[in-house]
């Protein structure tokens, strides 16, 4: 049982590259979510989940996208990056009684 | 709308004293309600939880917090601070989707 697997753990991204973040878990989870942390911010809301197939924006959705294909998956898809970009992104999990569940964070930096 | 607000970014009080950590929501159905530690450079770390039943929630590391309705809030209390403490703090809540307070800083002064 790993949890809650999120990859990769550091990235450096050009401005206007793209790139996915990874998340999978193991839990049967239908909830998931991702967020960004910045310092004074707390953890925004960017998009989130409550099942295969659905899909919601958070509080911070421009210039993210993400699908739900499989209750396991959720990925993040950086389309064109930018240094406003640059963050801590954190996926995770949850049922609906429960706490949730971090994948262990992505350090990204935009340059 | 589904809301949360931490009073106070930053926290500070002398080892030994009282921790009160403030949360209000909003929220048009019954929550779901968190509290959350971070250590630097770590991940979240849950604290406590309100789903239903009891309102007040005992949690790790002496820890509680109390679901009161009427006044929409989930205080975080601790009645006496250890040099560990010194962390930053969350409150969340959960009703369609789970979004977090803003974070409140605690410092433990010796």
């Known amino acids: 049982n790993a949890g809650v697997t999120q990859t990769p753990k550091f990235q450096v991204l050009k401005t206007g590259q793209s790139m996915t973040l990874q998340c999978a878990q193991d839990?049967?989870?239908?909830?998931m979510s991702w967020y960004r942390q910045d310092p004074g911010m707390g953890l925004r809301l960017i998009h989130y989940?409550?099942?295969?197939?659905?899909?919601d924006q958070g509080e911070v959705p421009n210039g993210y996208n993400v699908s739900r294909s499989t209750t396991e998956d959720f990925p993040l898809r950086l389309l064109s990056a930018a240094p406003s970009q640059t963050s801590v992104y954190f996926c995770?999990?949850?049922?609906?009684?429960?706490?949730?569940?971090f994948g262990q964070g992505t350090r990204l930096t935009v340059v | 709308a589904q809301s949360v607000t931490q009073l106070g970014s930053h926290v500070s009080v002398s080892e030994g004293a009282l921790v009160l950590l403030r949360c209000n929501y909003s929220s048009s159905v019954p929550p779901y309600l968190f509290w959350y530690v971070q250590y630097p450079n770590q991940g979240l770390q849950l604290l406590l939880k309100?789903?239903?039943?009891?309102?007040l929630v005992k949690g790790i590391n002496g820890f509680e917090a109390e679901f009161k309705k009427s006044e929409t809030s989930f205080h975080l209390t601790k009645p006496s601070a250890h040099m560990s403490d010194a962390a930053e703090y969350f409150c969340?809540?959960?009703?369609?989707?789970?979004?977090f307070g803003q974070g409140t800083t605690l410092q433990v002064k010796p």
């Open positions: 989940s409550v099942g295969a197939g659905i899909t």
């Open positions: 839990m049967n989870h239908e909830y």
């Open positions: 995770a999990s949850k049922s609906w009684d429960t706490e949730a569940f």
């Open positions: 969340a809540v959960h009703t369609g989707k789970l979004i």
């Open positions: 309100y789903t239903t039943g009891a309102t």
